[in-house]
């Protein structure tokens, strides 16, 4: 099959996607996001065999929030191995990404790497490995992303941190379950400082390059994962990536995806690309409007997809 015009095909879904841009609500449990624009988009396509096609705002920085947890996922995957699911599951969760109910039913094991609570052991699992954990993922997303230069915005990992209730009380309540092995403060301001790395689109799309290259990173020249890892990684992605809307994600879109509140999301087609999309406003369960509509227009104008 002909390698599609993939630059021609992202220009016209930023056209099509207009009227969605400035659409929902910018997350605003975390008050330094409340302060972004939602009137911006961005979209990034990274090829297999390293080719970048962007569209929109594409200098635009913004924070990655809970995009991060598949990078977390994946240090924590290059150190742990299997041994890392006796302390977080593989299924979805069916609720909102900072629910705490699970965790008490479920004696302190979160159903999955990507809500809230799983992050957070995984990045407690990564602390434990780790003597700079913010050094280090700083360091992997430079790499892979080819920026020496990507760092934290401060003020949005301060901000979180000051409003760090809900992310406690899980941290907390995982540790009466004997599922949680540092101090709870510490791992959280790592926890946050990931959700606060700042990318452009571009960046974002390279980062997660490896996803659909089979582990390889072609711009680091490394392998990140072996080549089963990270289809089990993707497996994961598509059934729990978008949390309770990991459904309806597979549905329209029927790719592996990862969202967050700044409205970010990736998206991965093994063995063809790995795509990104930013616009800041977002549906009831905290997904980018405009980022899901772009990303099911371009599964619908492809004739391929993970299927
Ligand atoms: O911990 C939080 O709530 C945020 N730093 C990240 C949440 C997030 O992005 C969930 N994604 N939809």
């Known amino acids: 099959m002909d390698k599609p015009d993939y630059q021609s095909l992202i220009d016209l879904l930023a056209q099509g996607v207009q009227p969605y841009i400035g659409q929902g609500k910018v997350a605003d449990y975390i008050p330094a996001l409340a302060d972004v624009d939602a009137r911006q988009f961005a979209m990034a396509l990274v090829t297999t065999d390293g080719q970048c096609y962007s569209t929109g705002d594409e200098q635009a920085r913004f924070t990655i929030q809970s995009v991060s947890k598949a990078m977390t996922l994946t240090m924590a995957l290059q150190r742990y191995g299997e041994t890392l699911w006796q302390r977080v599951g593989k299924e979805p969760s069916g609720t909102a990404f900072n629910s705490l109910t699970q965790l008490e039913f479920e004696q302190g094991i979160p159903r999955n790497p990507f809500i809230n609570a799983g992050a957070?052991?995984?990045?407690?699992?990564?602390?434990?490995?780790?003597?700079?954990?913010?050094?280090?993922?700083?360091?992997?997303?430079?790499?892979?992303?080819?920026?020496?230069?990507?760092?934290?915005?401060?003020?949005?990992?301060?901000?979180?941190?000051?409003?760090?209730?809900?992310?406690?009380?899980?941290?907390?309540?995982?540790k009466s379950f004997g599922n949680f092995h540092n101090n709870v403060d510490d791992v959280l301001k790592a926890y946050f400082s990931y959700c606060a790395i700042e990318l452009n689109i571009v960046e974002l799309a390279k980062a997660y390059s490896y996803l659909s290259n089979q582990g390889y990173c072609q711009f680091c020249q490394r392998q990140i994962l072996s080549p089963r890892q990270t289809k089990q990684l993707n497996s994961l992605l598509f059934t729990s990536g978008l949390y309770d809307a990991a459904g309806d994600f597979a549905y329209r879109v029927g790719m592996p995806g990862k969202s967050g509140v700044s409205g970010a999301i990736i998206a991965v087609v093994p063995g063809r690309f790995t795509v990104a999309v930013w616009s800041p406003?977002?549906?009831?369960?905290?997904?980018?409007?405009?980022?899901?509509?772009?990303?099911?227009?371009l599964s619908d104008k492809l004739e391929f997809n993970a299927f």
Do not use: W
């Open 120 to 174: 957070l052991v995984t990045c407690d699992a990564l602390y434990s490995r780790l003597s700079a954990p913010v050094h280090s993922m700083l360091e992997t997303f430079r790499a892979q992303a080819g920026n020496p230069k990507i760092g934290v915005d401060v003020k949005v990992a301060a901000s979180e941190y000051e409003h760090r209730h809900r992310n406690a009380a899980m941290a907390h309540l995982m």
């Open 281 to 297: 406003g977002l549906d009831s369960v905290g997904n980018s409007v405009a980022g899901i509509e772009a990303l099911a227009a």
